[in-house]
């Protein structure tokens, strides 16, 4: 039986990456004392490593596909090709951006004030890369961790270039944004000889529409309804669908049943002003895909 081997990130994107397959409809058991999970699909095999590694190994072929951040493909300038975009992070489902930060009370106001400054990143080359188009030198240096309290301990470093969602952690490190480095999403990507192989190809494409349908469900409802013909218009007007609502005829002439996809936070505004234009039996239901 043929395999697509498959790479997972560990750490800030295991969770969320888990809970985007198992809607996508893969259930991924993880075993805290391997590297290799249970996936529910004979023909997968994955392994978890860090986001940094991933698009080296899918490039060298240990790999056929992965999931990681674009920062670490362009990091490692890995010669990989792209299936899809999923823009989702940690946390939420906004772009991660990497930012140039320094201490509440640093002098430096601005990129150019790091000129002859040290600055400490996992990001070296995408730093020092920005630095380059700003014509900044600067020193930058590769940072094993703990990057935020690096640059609060004095004579260590002036500046770092960390990744963030919220910017919740760096206030609460005492930290200031200079400037934004760059933005960054999860990518589904794939070894290029891997590529080529029929087989290993359509099993990587049928992943990606899965998994992107699965994000595009994220925060959509499905909604249902039974709407008498004279109050038709009224309704269709509150609709704020994906596309044209599906409107079908009923046993009873009189009657349609009406049936939309919409986003959840409109909801709870919306049910309260359908009911007062004629729709009976309302229902909301979740969603786990939706594909375009």
Known sequence: MPVLKVGLPSGSLQESTLNLFAKAGYRIRVNQRSYTPSIDDPELEGLFLRAQEIAHYVERGVLDVGLTGQDWILEHNADVVEIAELQYSKATTRPAHWVIAVPEDSPVQSVKDLQGKRIATELVNGTRNYLKDQGVEAEVEFSWGSTEAKVRVPGLVDAIAEITETGSSLRANKLRIVDTISETTPRFFANKESWENPWKREKAQNIATLLLGAFNAEDKVGLKM????????????????????????????????IEVIVDERVVRDIIPQLKKVGAEGIIEYPLNKVIY
């Open 226 to 257: 039974n709407v008498e013909r004279g109050n038709l218009d009224r309704v269709v007007k509150l609709l704020p669908s994906l596309n044209n609502p599906t409107i079908s005829n009923l046993f009873d002439g009189d009657w349609v049943a």
